[in-house]
């Protein structure tokens, strides 16, 4: 029993482990299946609309690298289209950026007129509760909060890193935890 009682504690410890990584690991490919781009009118103001960023989220750009690039600029360049002194560049094609602080995160295409047809996004990690309600012009309600995890958080910060966790991460490891009860029920 005493083995079995271990398996269990060191088994959630995992699933906790797993969930917490896991919850800081989201990645979002900027304008999904059309990529990054300036043809085929891609929406990447509504493409992030739909999106809750998060601190640890990773920002995925993928493009031609002979025809497009990936700028981060600050907000009155990121309004001009401005991308003279960048913040920082990127080029393979292939750009992840993790994102570590809140707020807006401005970035451009610096291929002259890209950016102009409406080659740029804004990353914004709200400041406030994960769920902040955005004014809706059409009267939509707020998405609703992420379900509760079930799992005992040992510290009031990993407590606060599980209920930033997304919904299919918390689903993962609930069922790792049950497969980790069944596991210790055949010892
Ligand atoms: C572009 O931004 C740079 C750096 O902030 C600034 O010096 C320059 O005047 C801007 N150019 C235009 C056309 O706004
Ligand atoms: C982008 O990079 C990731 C990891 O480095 C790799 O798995 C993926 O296949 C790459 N995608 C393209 C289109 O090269
Ligand atoms: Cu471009």
Redesign the pocket.
Same mark, same amino acid.
Request: aromatic share 0%; proline share 14%; net charge neutral.
């Given at each position: 029993m005493a083995l079995a009682e271990r398996v269990v504690a060191q088994a959630l410890l995992l699933v906790m482990a797993a969930s917490l990584q896991l919850s800081h690991a989201a990645v979002y490919k900027v304008g999904d299946s059309g990529g990054w781009t300036s043809i085929g009118n891609i929406d990447y103001k509504q493409w992030a609309a739909t999106k809750t960023f998060q601190v640890g989220d990773i920002i995925h750009f993928e493009y031609n690298a002979q025809y497009h690039n990936v700028m981060r600029v &600050?907000h009155?360049?990121y309004r %001009?289209c401005?991308a &003279? %002194?960048p913040l920082a560049t990127y080029t393979t094609g292939n750009d992840t950026i993790t994102i570590t602080t809140k707020g807006h995160h401005y970035f451009l295409c610096g291929v002259p007129g890209h950016c102009q047809a409406g080659q740029k996004v804004d990353i914004n990690v709200l400041r406030t509760s994960e769920t902040a309600p955005t004014p809706s012009p059409s009267g939509l309600s707020p998405p609703p909060s992420f379900p509760s995890v079930g799992i005992p958080a040992p510290s009031p910060s990993k407590a606060t890193s599980l209920k930033a966790s997304k919904g299919s991460f918390s689903k993962l490891g609930l069922a790792m935890a049950a497969f980790a009860v069944f596991v210790s029920g055949l010892h």
């Open positions: &600050t009155p360049m %001009a401005n &003279t %002194a």
